[in-house]
């Protein structure tokens, strides 16, 4: 999958991280379903605020790479914005991201 292949990180991303809370916390509690109802909800707002230029570097940086399907994801992000399948995942991926730091913080403890 492509979003495996980007150079992504939830703490340089530019959107608001309480706001991301209201992903990865149900994430984190195993309710999926919650969660991704949460990314579709917040998505407009964190697009506005920021995601939106950290999808679109991800992108530019992975095609420079060579990343097969960097290209295409970019047309898609330029004509469906936080609707494109891309930027749903790479959402999703900043709230794993999340969850997996909360836990290593609270292990460290």
């Given at each position: 999958m492509l979003v495996d292949e980007l150079e992504l990180d939830f703490l340089n991303a530019g959107i608001c991280l309480a706001c991301l809370?209201?992903?990865a916390f149900p994430l984190d509690l195993g309710h999926e379903r919650e969660a991704r109802g949460e990314a579709r909800r917040l998505a407009p707002d964190l697009w506005e605020e920021g995601l939106e230029l950290a999808v679109v570097q991800a992108?530019?940086?992975?095609?420079?790479?060579?990343i097969a399907g960097a290209a295409d994801a970019i047309e898609d992000v330029r004509h469906q914005a936080w609707r494109s399948?891309?930027?749903?995942?790479?959402?999703w991926r900043y709230a794993e991201q999340m969850v997996e730091d909360m836990r290593s913080t609270s292990l460290s403890k």
């Open positions: 809370t209201f992903v992108l530019e940086r992975a095609k420079a790479d060579g399948r891309v930027a749903q995942a790479i959402l």
